[in-house]
């Protein structure tokens, strides 16, 4: 069993930044695959960012990529999602996600999700 607490989210005028963090516990943190999702109101859940268990690859969706970047420390059991340039389209509440195994896109493959954290980017 994993454990994601999520947190960072806000309150941001476009192209600003925010830097969220997801916190795990409970398995080896390494063995796990994270990702990033985003669901907006009205819409379905969507992919943002993934990365691998040692942090050697990362995926990003085309909306996001050159503005967001996803990282972990595998010492203090987190991943990290820096989103710079925000525009009013990012908001969203914002879910991690892990999986242990391959680093993938799709949110139906990972197992294990947080609650959640507000994104609000106003214009």
């Known amino acids: 069993q994993v454990q994601l607490v999520e947190s960072g989210g806000g309150l941001v005028q476009a192209g600003g930044s925010l830097r969220l963090s997801c916190a795990a516990s409970g398995r080896t943190f390494s063995n796990y695959a994270m990702g990033w999702f985003r669901q907006a109101p009205g819409k379905e859940r969507e992919f943002v960012a993934a990365i691998s268990g040692s942090g050697g690859s990362t995926y990003y969706a085309d909306s996001v990529k050159g503005r967001f970047t996803i990282s972990r420390d595998n010492a203090k059991n987190t991943v990290y999602l820096q989103m710079n340039s925000l525009k009013p389209e990012d908001t969203a509440v914002y879910y991690c996600?892990?999986?242990?195994?391959?680093?993938?896109?799709?949110?139906?493959?990972?197992?294990?999700w947080g609650q959640g954290t507000q994104v609000t980017v106003s214009s």
């Open positions: 996600a892990a999986r242990a195994g391959m680093v993938l896109t799709t949110s139906g493959r990972y197992v294990y």
